[in-house]
C-alpha cells in the first residue's frame, strides 16, 4: 500500500496536461482578441461607419410599384389597362453551365425555336448565340445574353419556358426572366390619341434609408409617364402611390422581407369611364382612314356626340404617312384652322337674332362676283341676283353673308363680335382633354398690327375667315341648335372610380342654357335642312332618316415657310391647302347625334378637296351605322308590309299636278276614278285617296310664288319661269320640295331650287 501511495504520475499524462493546458490558454487568448476586435468595433471611433455599411450592404428597400388604373368605354370595355410583360435571357455564368456543355447540346434546337416565334432564320439565331456564348467564354464577359427581342406576353413566357435549355432549371440551363409592368390598349389603335400613350422612363424618387428612421436617400426608378390624351390628363388619378419595403439579403439572388416602420404598401390608381362607343369609333376610324388615304388628304379628324348629355361617343384623329394612318395628333381639339363657311351658321344666327332678318329676306348676290370695300368676292354654288336669305345658307354664298353682315354691324361690330361670345365661340370649352386650342379672334377693342382691320375683318368674319378655332366649337354651336338652344358642354368622362365605388362624377354641363331665341333656333334649323334638301349638303340626303348639316370648304394659310411671296394660301409651287368640313346632326326632327368631319388636302394630291365631296362621306357612313345600330327609329316589318299592301292594292297610281287638259287626257288613258273639283283654270293640282284621284284648281296669284310640289318638272318650270323666277332641278319625277315656299312675295330674278322623286 505505501508503494502505490509513493508512485510518480506518468509522464506521457504530465505531458498530455500540459499540452491541454497550452492549448486552452492559447484559444483563450484568441478569445480574449476576438472580444477585444468586436468590442473595439462597436465603441471605437470607426464603430458607426461600419455598422452603417453593413446595414447599407445587407438591408435595403425596393419599390413596390402601385398598379395603374384601367380606362373603360361607356360599355365598360376595358380600353386601357396596366399588365406585366417580361424579358428572357440566358446567364452564361451558371453553375455547371459550361461544365456540362448545355449550350452546345442545345443552341442549334433553340435556335430554331427562337426563329418560329420572333421571325429570323434559325442561321442568323444560330449565330446571334454562337457569338454571344463564345465572346463570354474568351472574356468571362457579358455574363447576360438577352433572348427576346421585345416585351412579351406571360403566355409567350410559358412557351419560351418550354424551349430547348431554357427548359432546364435556371441553375443549370441559365434561364434567366425580368418583369415589367407596361400600359395596354386591348382595342389597339383605336382612339389612340384620345385615350393617350405613356412611355417608361427613368426618374429621381426619394425613399426611405435603411440606415435611420429620418434620412431619404435618392434612387432612381422606372416609372410610367403619360405623354398624351386621357392618360395625361387624368394621370393623378391613373398613377396610384408606389410602397415601399424593407429587405434583408440572404443571398446574391434572393431578399427577405423584414419588418419596418417606412414599410408603405402600394395604392393602385382609380380607374376612369368614358363616354366613348367603341363600335362608334371604330367605323369612324375605318371610313375616315379609307377616304384619307383614296384621296391623299395629310389628315383628317371626327368627333360623334350625343345630343342630350354631350357624351363624344367618337373622337378620331388620323394623319397620313404614305399608305397608312396614325392617330397621332389631336386635331379636333389642339388643332386651329379658319373654319369657311361652316361658320355661316354663326352669322345667321346673328342676321336673324340681332338684325330681325326673315328667311323670305332677299339679298342681291350680283351673280356670284362683286366687288366689297375694294376687294373682291366670289361665290362657287350661286349664279343669279336675287335669293333669298334662306338660299343664300343652303348655297353658302359668300357674298351674300358679306354684305348682310356688313349692312348691319359696320357700324358697331362689337355686337357680333360680343354675339359670337355668347354663342360660345370666344373661349375655350375646358374638357378633360390637356392641349385644347384657344379660339384666335380678333375684336375692335384690339390694338395692334394685323389684328381688326377696319372694312376687312368683320367682312372675312362673316364667311368664316380672320380668326382661327378648333373644329370642336363649331361642333359645339351646331349642337345647340339642334338641341333647341341649349349649349351642352362635351363630355369625355362620366366618373372616376376605385375598387367599384365611385371617387368623383361628372355630370352634364352648360355653357349656355339658351343661346338665342326659340323663334331662331327654328329658323336656324330649316335653314340647315335646306342645306341637305337642296344646297350643297345633298350628299346626305336619303330615304331612311333626315339630315341637317352645312358644308365648308376653306383656305389654309402656308404657315410652314413655303407660302408665295403675294398670297399666303398658295405655296411656292402653286398649290392650295383646303380644310374640308361637313358638320351637322340628325335625325333633323328629334336629333340625338351630332358629327363633324373635318379633312387637310392638297389641290396637288386631288381634286376632291370640297367639303360635301370629301369629309360627306364619313359623315353619312357614321350616321347610317348609328341609324342601323337604333331600331327604335325604323319602322317595324308588320307595319311596313301593311303600308306597301295599302300602297299597293288600294290607292291609284299618281297623276302629276299640271295643265288641266293634259292631267285629264293622263287619267282618261289610264281609266283612273277621278274626282273634279276644279273650275276647269288652266293650271291644276292632284291629290288621291284610296278611290280616286281629286283634281282642284291651283290659284296662283302674280305677286305670289305659286305652290308646284306634286307637279311634273316640265308644268312646274314653266309656271316658275314665266314669272321670271330662276329654277334649279334636283332628281327626277314629280315636285316634292321648293326652297322657297309658296305664298311668299315673288321677285323676279330670285332662285328656287325644285327637288323631284319619282
Avoid at 452546345?104 to 418560329?116: D, F, I, N, T
Avoid at 389631336?330 to 332678318?357: C, Q
Wanted: glycine residues 8%.
Amino acid at each position: 500500500m505505501a508503494t502505490d501511495r509513493n508512485k510518480q504520475p506518468s509522464p506521457i499524462k504530465s505531458t498530455i496536461r500540459r499540452r491541454v493546458q497550452t492549448l486552452y490558454m492559447i484559444m483563450l487568448a484568441v478569445g480574449v482578441l476576438i472580444l477585444g476586435k468586436i468590442l473595439y468595433i462597436q465603441f471605437g471611433p470607426d464603430g458607426d461607419d461600419l455598422r452603417d455599411k453593413g446595414k447599407s450592404v445587407n438591408f435595403s428597400f425596393f419599390r413596390q410599384e402601385a398598379m395603374r388604373g384601367d380606362i373603360y368605354s361607356k360599355d365598360m370595355e376595358l380600353i386601357a389597362t396596366s399588365q406585366k410583360r417580361y424579358t428572357v435571357g440566358i446567364d452564361f455564368g451558371v453553375e455547371d453551365f459550361i461544365k456540362n456543355q448545355y449550350f452546345s447540346k442545345h443552341y442549334v434546337k433553340l435556335s430554331g425555336q427562337m426563329a418560329e416565334m420572333f421571325g429570323g432564320s434559325p442561321a442568323m439565331w444560330q449565330q446571334r448565340l454562337k457569338t454571344a456564348y463564345d465572346r463570354y467564354v474568351r472574356d468571362k464577359t457579358p455574363r447576360y445574353f438577352k433572348l427576346t427581342p421585345r416585351l412579351i406576353s406571360y403566355e409567350e413566357l410559358v412557351r419560351m419556358r418550354s424551349f430547348a435549355l431554357l427548359n432546364l432549371p435556371p441553375n443549370k440551363g441559365g434561364r434567366s426572366e425580368d418583369d415589367e409592368i407596361v400600359r395596354v390598349r386591348p382595342f389597339g389603335e383605336l382612339a389612340a390619341r384620345t385615350i393617350g400613350k405613356t412611355t417608361t422612363t427613368p426618374v429621381k424618387v426619394e425613399r426611405p434609408s435603411e440606415l435611420s428612421d429620418t434620412t431619404t436617400k435618392t434612387r432612381t426608378e422606372m416609372e410610367v409617364k403619360p405623354i398624351s390624351g386621357l392618360e395625361q390628363s387624368f394621370n393623378h388619378r391613373l398613377k396610384g402611390v408606389n410602397g415601399w419595403q424593407l429587405r434583408q439579403k440572404i443571398n446574391s439572388r434572393f431578399w427577405q422581407p423584414v419588418e419596418s416602420p417606412h414599410n408603405l404598401d402600394p395604392k393602385d390608381g382609380c380607374d376612369v369611364i368614358t363616354t366613348l362607343d367603341m363600335d362608334v369609333q371604330d367605323i369612324a376610324e375605318t371610313m375616315l382612314s379609307h377616304q384619307i388615304l383614296t384621296n391623299r388628304a395629310d389628315w383628317g379628324c371626327a368627333v360623334v356626340m350625343e345630343t342630350a348629355t354631350g357624351n363624344i361617343r367618337a373622337m378620331a384623329n388620323l394623319t397620313r404617312y404614305e399608305d397608312r394612318c396614325v392617330e397621332d395628333r389631336n386635331y379636333a381639339v389642339g388643332g386651329r384652322f379658319e373654319p369657311g363657311s361652316t361658320f355661316k351658321l354663326a352669322s345667321l344666327l346673328a342676321l336673324l337674332e340681332l338684325a330681325d332678318y326673315q328667311l323670305t329676306d332677299s339679298v342681291d348676290v350680283e351673280g356670284g362676283v362683286a366687288i366689297i370695300d375694294k376687294r373682291s368676292y366670289k361665290d362657287d354654288h350661286t349664279g343669279y341676283d336675287m335669293i333669298s336669305v334662306k338660299d343664300m345658307f343652303a348655297q353658302s354664298s359668300n357674298i351674300g353673308f358679306v354684305k348682310s353682315i356688313r349692312e348691319e354691324f359696320r357700324d358697331d361690330p362689337m355686337d357680333f363680335v360680343d354675339f359670337l361670345g355668347q354663342l360660345g365661340m370666344r373661349d375655350t370649352l375646358d374638357i378633360c382633354l390637356n392641349g385644347e386650342a384657344k379660339p384666335m379672334m380678333w375684336s375692335p377693342k384690339d390694338k395692334g398690327a394685323n389684328q381688326w382691320i377696319p372694312n376687312l375683318t368683320l367682312n372675312k368674319m362673316a364667311y368664316g375667315y380672320g380668326f382661327e378655332i378648333s373644329p370642336l366649337p363649331t361642333r359645339t354651336l351646331f349642337h345647340a341648335v339642334a338641341n333647341n338652344g341649349v349649349m351642352v358642354r362635351p363630355r369625355l368622362v362620366t366618373e372616376v372610380s376605385r375598387y367599384g365605388e365611385s371617387i368623383e362624377e361628372f355630370p352634364v354641363e352648360y355653357i349656355n342654357k339658351k343661346i338665342c331665341s326659340d323663334a331662331t333656333i327654328t329658323k336656324a334649323r330649316e335653314c340647315l335642312e335646306s342645306v341637305v334638301d337642296a344646297g350643297t349638303g345633298r350628299i346626305l340626303r336619303n330615304d331612311y332618316y333626315t339630315v341637317a348639316a352645312k358644308t365648308g370648304t376653306s383656305q389654309m394659310l402656308f404657315t410652314d415657310g413655303t407660302a408665295s411671296k403675294y398670297n399666303p394660301y398658295v405655296d411656292v409651287n402653286g398649290r392650295r391647302q383646303y380644310l374640308a368640313t361637313m358638320v351637322g346632326y340628325f335625325p333633323a326632327d328629334a336629333p340625338k347625334y351630332s358629327i363633324i368631319v373635318c379633312m387637310k388636302s392638297y389641290t396637288g394630291n386631288t381634286f376632291n378637296y370640297y367639303g360635301a365631296g370629301l369629309a360627306g362621306p364619313v359623315f353619312r357612313a357614321v350616321a347610317d351605322r348609328l341609324y342601323a345600330s337604333h331600331t327604335e327609329w325604323q319602322p317595324t316589318v308588320e307595319t311596313k308590309v301593311k303600308s306597301d299592301t295599302v300602297e299597293r292594292e288600294f290607292k291609284p297610281a299618281p297623276i302629276k299636278g299640271g295643265d288641266y287638259k293634259a292631267v285629264r287626257r293622263v287619267i282618261r288613258e289610264l281609266d283612273v276614278p277621278l274626282c273634279d273639283e276644279s273650275e276647269r283654270e288652266q293650271w291644276v293640282k292632284t291629290s288621291r285617296d284610296s278611290a280616286q284621284v281629286v283634281v282642284g284648281d291651283l290659284n296662283i296669284p302674280e305677286n305670289l310664288v305659286p305652290n308646284v310640289i306634286g307637279m311634273g318638272a316640265k308644268d312646274a318650270l314653266y309656271v316658275l319661269e314665266s314669272r321670271g323666277m330662276h329654277v334649279t332641278l334636283e332628281g327626277v319625277g314629280v315636285v316634292v320640295g321648293q326652297s322657297v315656299p309658296s305664298g311668299t312675295t315673288l321677285q323676279r330674278g330670285q332662285h328656287i331650287t325644285l327637288r323631284l322623286r319619282r
